[in-house]
């Protein structure tokens, strides 16, 4: 018993320093972000690159938990760090065309932040050409 608390102790400890910057589990905070990238026109078979830069215009550091492509021709990456208040940070994803048909496409990129709501959806337009 004397062990369990020992260990309660020092885990407390180590997580109960406060600073401003550091992230506390229900901070929600606010973000700025454009919908819509369009690529316009891309050659079928081309890899689209659309960056989405998102800025944290709230009070506490902005958390990125997960981003997903609507498929799996669709792959982003997200920030690994917190974005602190007024700063900002890039998502970044990558439409794979190969498979995809001559015409206008859509593909969506779900956000999901300690924001409210807490998940935003961008989008991602092209028309996609023959070679």
Same mark, same amino acid.
């Given at each position: 018993?004397?062990? +369990? ?7 407390? #400890? =180590?997580?109960?320093?406060? %600073? ?5 589990? $229900? ?7 454009? =919908? ?5 026109? /891309?050659?079928?078979?081309?890899? !689209?690159?659309?960056?989405? *830069? ?7 550091? =902005? ?6 492509? &609507? ?8 920030? *690994? ?5 007024? *700063?900002?940070?890039? +998502? ?6 190969? %498979?995809? #048909?001559?015409? /206008? +496409? #859509?593909?969506?990129?779900? +956000? ?5 709501? &807490?998940?935003? %959806?961008?989008? !991602?337009?092209?028309?996609? !050409? $023959?070679?």
């Amino acid at each position: 018993m004397k062990k +369990i608390f020992t260990l309660s102790f020092i885990a407390l #400890s =180590l997580f109960s320093c406060s %600073n401003s910057t550091e992230v506390e589990v $229900g901070n929600k905070t606010t973000m700025l972000v454009d =919908l819509v990238y369009d690529a316009g026109k /891309v050659v079928k078979g081309e890899v !689209i690159d659309a960056t989405f *830069e998102v800025k944290n215009t709230g009070k506490f550091p =902005l958390v990125i938990g997960e981003v997903s492509g &609507s498929c799996s021709c669709t792959v982003a990456d997200k920030p *690994e760090e917190p974005i602190a208040p007024g *700063e900002t940070g890039e +998502i970044k994803a990558h439409v794979t065309t190969e %498979n995809a #048909s001559p015409g /206008v +496409i #859509s593909k969506s990129v779900r +956000i999901v932040a300690n924001t409210e709501p &807490s998940i935003t %959806n961008t989008v !991602i337009k092209a028309t996609i !050409i $023959g070679k």
